[in-house]
């Protein structure tokens, strides 16, 4: 069982910042490409970001210039860095799992995180 492990969620006004960060066990780290989703109430899992192994970076055209994925290799953990945050990013913020290339699509991961609440007030 490959657990991930998701921090850094809160509240925070418009325009604020919110870094997430999701441990990974080393050899998921090592040998699959990361991703980052999130889910509002009532709405589908959303794809936001994602990082291949190699350090290659895939964003949602609608998140590009304000969130920004990374990889920490020293500790085996992604970060989401968003910034300049809107009410309508309030969702659950799930890292995952896939050996899929640039994958965007949730059903291409086979291992979740349980999620780290991120809520932007008005």
């Known amino acids: 069982q490959v657990q991930l492990v998701e921090s850094g969620g809160g509240l925070v006004q418009a325009g604020g910042s919110l870094r997430l960060s999701c441990v990974v066990p080393e050899y998921t780290f090592n040998n699959y490409n990361m991703g980052w989703f999130r889910q509002a109430p009532g709405k589908a899992r959303e794809f936001a970001a994602a990082?291949?192994?190699?350090?290659?970076?895939y964003y949602a055209e609608i998140l590009k210039g304000r969130f920004t994925i990374s990889r920490d290799n020293a500790k085996n953990t992604v970060v989401l860095q968003m910034n300049s945050l809107k009410p309508e990013d309030t969702a659950v913020y799930y890292c995952?799992?896939?050996?899929?290339?640039?994958?965007?699509?949730?059903?291409?991961?086979?291992?979740w995180g349980q999620g780290t609440q991120v809520t932007v007030s008005s």
């Open positions: 990082i291949n192994w190699n350090g290659a970076t």
């Open positions: 995952a799992a896939s050996r899929v290339f640039g994958a965007t699509n949730p059903t291409q991961y086979p291992y």
